[in-house]
């Protein structure tokens, strides 16, 4: 078990450019979650997927976000002409269902993304 | 989902014990209690989960009343290392698709 992993850890982009960030969850797990955390906030949810199935969006995931998990095993987000209130840090976890009662979800160490 | 409430600051001294509470007065009877830490930097953590009564594991204890309504994160003699973002949630993990995050807190711990 070699937990969630995210590439990049930091991305520095201009504003208007497209950025595509990778998670990789825990290999038996089935769910798979995006979240955004700006500083001295909590982590917001974005979208999830279970399987390759995306079976909630946030209203903050605008129409230039977009998430996927094609075969139900890697995931991207995708920020597409990137504005500067997009920077922040992009965090990826996953879940096994049923099993989160006992261990909960494990979180990657995200993905930081500055927009200049 | 049920909202929480807890303190957005705290500190403490190296070697003590820390209780954290956390109010949630509108948790649903299938709705079970987890703690999550973050440090700078990197993604939340699990510590915790809990339904009623109390919870112990290696790193916390978990004390949850009978009505349920709040619950309290205790850590044992604190050191610098504890120094985080502790965040309480409410849900019901093995089913509903998602955990709200409430903005946490903040545990200074000092020397």
């Known amino acids: 078990d070699t937990g969630v992993s995210q590439d990049p850890r930091h991305k520095i982009t201009k504003r208007g450019q497209n950025v595509t960030f990778r998670c990789d969850p825990i290999s038996e797990h089935n769910r798979l979650y995006w979240y955004r955390q700006t500083l001295g906030q909590g982590p917001e949810f974005l979208t999830y997927?279970?399987?390759?199935?995306?079976?909630?969006k946030s209203r903050l995931l605008s129409d230039r976000f977009s998430a996927e998990r094609p075969k139900g095993s890697f995931s991207t987000l995708e920020i597409q002409r990137t504005e500067q209130g997009d920077s922040a840090m992009y965090l990826c976890?996953?879940?096994?269902?049923?099993?989160?009662?006992?261990?909960?979800?494990?979180f990657g160490s995200g993905t930081r993304l500055t927009v200049v | 989902l049920a909202k929480t409430t807890q303190p957005i600051s705290m500190d403490s001294y190296e070697g003590q014990e820390v209780n954290i509470t956390c109010s949630h007065n509108?948790?649903?009877?299938?709705?079970?209690i987890t703690w999550y830490q973050q440090f700078p930097s990197q993604g939340p953590r699990f510590i915790i989960q809990g339904y009623k009564t109390k919870v112990t594991n290696e790193v916390a204890s978990l004390f949850i009343p009978a009505d349920r309504k709040s619950s309290t994160l205790s850590l044992p003699r604190v050191s610098l290392s504890d120094t985080a973002v502790y965040y309480c949630?409410?849900?019901?993990?093995?089913?509903?698709?998602?955990?709200?995050f409430g903005q946490g807190t903040t545990l200074q711990v000092k020397p």
């Open positions: 509108n948790i649903a009877t299938n709705d079970y």
């Open positions: 949630l409410v849900g019901e993990p093995g089913n509903t698709g998602k955990l709200i």
């Open positions: 976890a996953s879940s096994l269902v049923g099993q989160g009662v006992r261990r909960g979800y494990t």
């Open positions: 997927f279970q399987n390759e199935a995306q079976l909630e």
